[in-house]
């Protein structure tokens, strides 16, 4: 009886133990993904070839909630002729990161503010190693106006060893200071079960444990 006892209170120390590497995991990777430290610590900032961005971190409310800190990516867009014929340039942040294998979840917050209306209100994308994995074009904007869009992507079969997450804002008309973006909340985490889950796991087989139990000692009465 006492055996058996050590052994349930074993296993429920287990599942706790599971949970509890589960909540680490999906704690973000990224340094200062939300920009609390209220500058760009842990980011590299950079501009396209045609590009410019003034890039810095400002309290926003990005996503309709508390205003916080978020990178603000003003006066995007080009630095030279030809405008408005789908040469997207402006600027971003980037920020290398050490990987295990395995599946992992990317996204961000992002809002644009626009003061007098716009024609190209910035596309934000979000790139993986190069890649684009994520993107939304704002197009026609209207003035005195604030876009809200969330980006998220799930990266599957992902290799061990250092990779790059970068976000991308870019026009394709001059830099302007009627059109601001914003980013915050850029989240890298590993894709594993919820610790619910496991936990909820780990309890049905138990009961399945005790019933197997009681049907072999009432066989053997």
Not at 23 to 35: E, H, K, Q
Not at 49 to 55: F, K, L, M, S, V
Not at 60 to 72: E, K, L, R, Y
Request: proline residues 3%; glycine residues 12%; negative net charge.
């Amino acid at each position: 009886m006492m055996g058996s006892m050590r052994r349930t209170v074993c296993v429920i120390a287990a599942l706790a133990l599971i949970a509890i590497t589960a909540s680490d995991a999906n704690a973000n990777i990224l340094i200062n993904g939300d920009f609390e430290t209220g500058d760009l610590t842990g980011w590299t900032t950079f501009t396209t070839p045609q590009g410019t961005a003034n890039i810095s971190v400002q309290t926003f409310d990005v996503i309709s909630g508390t205003p916080s800190p978020a990178a603000t990516f003003a006066y995007v867009g080009l630095t030279q002729d030809p405008y408005g014929t789908g040469n997207y340039q402006g600027g971003g942040i980037f920020q290398n990161v050490a990987l295990l294998g395995g599946n992992y979840s990317l996204s961000l917050d992002n809002a644009v503010a626009v003061g007098l209306a716009n024609g190209d209100g910035t596309i934000i994308s979000l790139l993986f190693d190069g890649n684009t994995v994520a993107s939304y074009d704002y197009g026609d904007v209207n003035g005195n106006s604030i876009y809200r869009q969330s980006l998220s992507a799930s990266l599957t079969g992902v290799s061990a060893g250092m990779h790059e997450v970068r976000v991308l804002v870019t026009r394709n008309y001059y830099g302007t200071a009627n059109v601001t973006s914003y980013v915050d909340n850029v989240n890298l985490v590993s894709a594993v079960p919820e610790p619910a889950s496991i936990i909820s796991l780990g309890i049905g087989g138990l009961v399945i444990l005790g019933h197997g139990r009681r049907r072999m000692a009432r066989s053997a009465a």
